[in-house]
């Protein structure tokens, strides 16, 4: 077969294997090189917003991927004991499709967190069904540069072969570590340095449906159900207290539970843990540059932020689809490259500028202040407004969405949040230090 693609993509998970399937679709020669072989895991949670799960089903394997993992609408957010329950409100996915990619098929409104064993399995399985030649325990090596700009790849394949192929465009989506952006130089454009640890297991034997994120003080928890009858586990917490908290972490991970949701922890006493324990100390977050001559990147490669939101994978599927149609337009001779992946970069960015700082802020784990408490309480018996929160936790209507808080005139406010400021003041101190 000769080595001359249309296009290379390197890494072949969330954000490679459906850029290569929707290129591949579109009749381009599509080449996938993934250094592991497949199935394997991620040390990532998995849970996918229903903007992520839409697009899986415009990709046509959201149904693939109910049939082994259970999916729900409705999650609750905790916050110090205020409960909004409710979800993502239909019409706004359909908006924020049709705004960004012209059209709303296939959008859904549900979520779900298939394992990253079974689901990036699925992705590159698709991405060779479209047609893209998939080559898996393959590793590239080096980038082929000619004139200033990217041509190609040099790889080493399972048996120890080396090769080489070249291709009109070779995308970057190794993930966050990428080797492929520090090949062609892409600079980092902004970085924020504060993030959270996650500490995460697999239980059984919990009956708990939906989504249930908590958050206490400086900590956060998730869990939510997941394949095989087994439950994700998570709790997070400011950076700079995990050197204390991983002295014990498996304690610690229980005495979280106890603080932030009690509920839970009595769950957890009835339930068996099935498998390690899993850990991130810290996530740093970064935006690069996302493209140069004959190179693009996609997913963590181009920007990575920390855990907290769980929009990573959503956001891998977005680049996979924005990229390829612009890319299209290129490769089909109808634009240049440089007004196509400038237009692919430009809206890529403004799709999230005020999302990334949501993320960055509260990656810090800075404990909430009274008058947001207020707000909180304000909206808790308000079904609408609570769907609006969640759906921009969910990144689906944009932060400049101003949610009204109810008037506070008739309502009495609880003692915990006319007393918050002085409670908060113990939420500093480190809980885990000697
Ligand atoms: C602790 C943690 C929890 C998270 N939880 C969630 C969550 O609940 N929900 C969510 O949406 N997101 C979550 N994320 C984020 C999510 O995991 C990432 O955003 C997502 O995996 C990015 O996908 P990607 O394809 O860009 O990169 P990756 O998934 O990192 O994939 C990169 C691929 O490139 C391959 N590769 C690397 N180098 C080479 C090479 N030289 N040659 C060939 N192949 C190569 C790798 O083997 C890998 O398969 C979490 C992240 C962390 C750290």
Redesign the pocket.
């Known amino acids: 077969m000769s080595n001359q693609y249309d296009v290379i993509v390197?890494?072949?998970?969330?954000?490679?294997a459906p850029t290569a399937a929707w290129l591949a679709r579109k009749g381009f020669k599509v080449l996938v090189?993934?250094?592991?072989s497949f199935p394997r895991d991620?040390?990532?949670?998995?849970?996918?917003?229903p903007r992520?799960m839409s697009y899986l089903n415009r990709l046509g394997v959201a149904d693939k991927i109910l049939e082994q993992t259970p999916h729900f609408k409705q999650m609750e957010i905790n916050i110090e004991g205020i409960r909004l329950h409710g979800g993502v409100p239909s019409q706004a996915i359909r908006d924020r499709f049709i705004a960004l990619h012209g059209d709303d098929h296939g959008v859904v409104d549900y979520y779900a967190g298939p394992r990253r064993f079974f689901l990036?399995e699925v992705l590159l399985t698709e991405a060779r069904a479209s047609g893209a030649d998939v080559r898996e325990s393959?590793?590239?090596?080096s980038l082929i540069e000619e004139n200033d700009g990217v041509v190609g790849i040099k790889?080493i394949a399972g048996n120890g072969e080396e090769f080489e192929a070249r291709a009109r465009v070779v995308i970057g989506?190794?993930?966050?570590m990428?080797?492929?952006a520090n090949h062609v130089k892409a600079q980092k454009t902004e970085v924020r340095e504060k993030s959270t640890f996650?500490y995460y297991g697999y239980f059984s034997g919990i009956d708990k449906p939906e989504l249930c994120i908590h958050k206490r003080g400086r900590f956060g928890t998730a869990i939510f159900p997941t394949m095989q009858d087994r439950h994700l586990v998570l709790v997070y917490g400011p950076t700079e207290w995990w050197g204390d908290f991983s002295k014990d972490p498996e304690a610690g991970f229980f005495r979280t539970y106890e603080f932030v949701a009690p509920d839970v922890a009595k769950l957890l006493k009835q339930a068996t843990r099935v498998e390690p324990f899993k850990a991130?100390g810290r996530?740093v977050a970064f935006h690069r540059e996302n493209w140069g001559k004959g190179w693009a990147l996609?997913?963590?490669?181009c920007s990575?932020k920390d855990?907290w939101t769980?929009?990573?994978?959503?956001?891998?599927l977005r680049d996979a689809e924005l990229l390829s149609a612009h890319l299209e337009k290129y490769l089909n001779g109808e634009k240049d490259w440089a007004s196509v992946m400038s237009e692919y970069s430009d809206i890529r960015l403004a799709d999230y500028e005020d999302y990334w700082n949501l993320v960055c802020d509260g990656a810090e784990m800075q404990p909430y202040t009274r008058e947001e408490l207020e707000f909180f309480h304000s909206i808790e018996g308000d079904q609408e407004k609570v769907d609006q929160f969640i759906g921009q936790v969910g990144d689906t209507i944009s932060l400049k969405h101003q949610i009204q808080p109810e008037s506070q005139d008739n309502r009495e406010l609880p003692d915990f949040i006319k007393q918050f400021d002085s409670l908060a003041l113990d939420y500093h101190r480190n809980a885990f230090a000697d």
């Open positions: 390197v890494g072949g998970s969330v954000s490679g090189v993934e250094k592991a991620a040390n990532s949670t998995h849970f996918i917003w992520g990036d393959t590793r590239v090596v790889a989506a190794d993930g966050r990428s080797q492929f996650a991130m996530m996609v997913g963590d490669a990575f855990q769980a929009m990573g994978i959503t956001h891998a």
